[in-house]
């Protein structure tokens, strides 16, 4: 419980420095940055999936693992697979037909959606930074033009990852629609995913360029359209019983997945859960976006 809440907290201090990057905080002497122009130029030619969207469903999608948090206390732990309170326990949801698209929405879509049909309905992501007229994306290196990096997933607000959806004539995952995408389609850390520092920034995403179409998000969170709260089954956690329950008023959306910054063994985790405020716009959380069918 230790090592994953620490983790989080690296995660959360890591997207705090993100704000002053190249604006008061500074990388080590000699350390050097990526080499951006070449790493674009490479992404640029990078193949596309064939397809904008996936069609899934219906199917029945398991969410969550048993391990009662009325364990807590003992000192037997054979048999038991850690997780917070609100992986426990296992349940089935039902999921209809839908579409979704391969990728996250990047900054390129974005950007061209907030000078356009989204002007005025969208804010201006906190993951980008005007200078001297020209819009660049925030990094740990410090700002980059956002042409180095328009194909990277957008880091913005539930509300806004809406608008866009909704706007596009679709809306964002359900928590049980995103997790049957992961399952058919998203490789973990071992297949090459952007998690565990591998880098300390988002990437394009290469979901749906392989034949089986496996391959990862970019490195970040997603919005879920799921408002983080209690189930049927939920039991607090006796060692910790706050972690969850503090948060289950209605602002909070479940986002899962995991980001550049998160260690494997989270991002590795199917049952893994976290949650942020539905306009929170500083954590690496992107979307993707469902259609009906």
Known sequence: MTLEHESFHAETLLYMLLRKAGKGTLPPPGFTPPPWSALSDSWDSAPLPKTATVTLGP???ALGHDDSEADDETTEFAGHEFGWDNEHGKREVQVNEFKISWRPVTNGEFYEFYKGEGHGKVKFPQSWIEIEGRVCVRTLYGPIPLKNAHLWPVLTTYDDMSTYAQVRGGRLPTEPELRLFYDNFKHGYEGGANVGYRNWHPVPSTTGASKNGKGHNG????WTSTVFDTYEGFEPSKLYPGFSQDFFDGQHQ???GGSCATIPRQA???SLRNYYQHNY?????GARV????
């Open 59 to 61: 199917a029945t999608v």
């Open 219 to 222: 490195g970040v969170w997603e």
């Open 254 to 256: 479940v986002v899962i």
């Open 268 to 270: 590795d985790r199917r």
């Open 281 to 285: 716009s500083y954590a690496w959380i």
């Open 290 to 293: 469902v259609y009906d069918v």
